[in-house]
Nanobody, 119 residues
Framework: QVQLVESGGGLVQAGGSLRLSCAAS????????MAWYRQAPGKQRELVAR???????NYADSVRGRFTISRDNAKNTVYLQMNSLKPEDTAVYYC?????????????WGQGTQVTVSS
């Protein structure tokens, strides 16, 4: 059984910073892609940033230059450093990973962590 556990959300003032972490555990052989998505109230879930096992990175235009995604392959962990936060960054942030186990290759999601940016 594979689990993704997120941490690091919270309440911060505009202009502040937060760092999210997501650790994958279980019978993992490899993790191809790790990503962060977010969903604001009344809006669709959107991709924030993604990183491949080889280190290739993509960002949403709305966060490029403010957010940094990184991963520690030895720890099966992905991070999202969020700087210069804006009220429009308020959302539930979800970790996503494309994981290969002995039995399958599936997409997994974390439970979500709330990020609230006050103006």
């Amino acid at each position: 059984q594979v689990q993704l556990v997120e941490s690091g959300g919270g309440l911060v003032q505009a202009g502040g910073s937060l760092r999210l972490s997501c650790a994958a555990s279980g019978s993992i052989l490899s993790i191809r892609v790790m990503a962060w998505y977010r969903q604001a109230p009344g809006k669709q879930r959107e991709l924030v940033a993604r990183i491949t096992s080889g280190g290739r990175i993509n960002y949403a235009d709305s966060v490029r230059g403010r957010f940094t995604i990184s991963r520690d392959n030895a720890k099966n962990t992905v991070y999202l450093q969020m700087n210069s936060l804006k009220p429009e960054d308020t959302a539930v942030y979800y970790c996503n990973a494309d994981i290969v186990t002995r039995w399958s290759n599936d997409d997994y999601w974390g439970q979500g962590t709330q990020v609230t940016v006050s103006s």
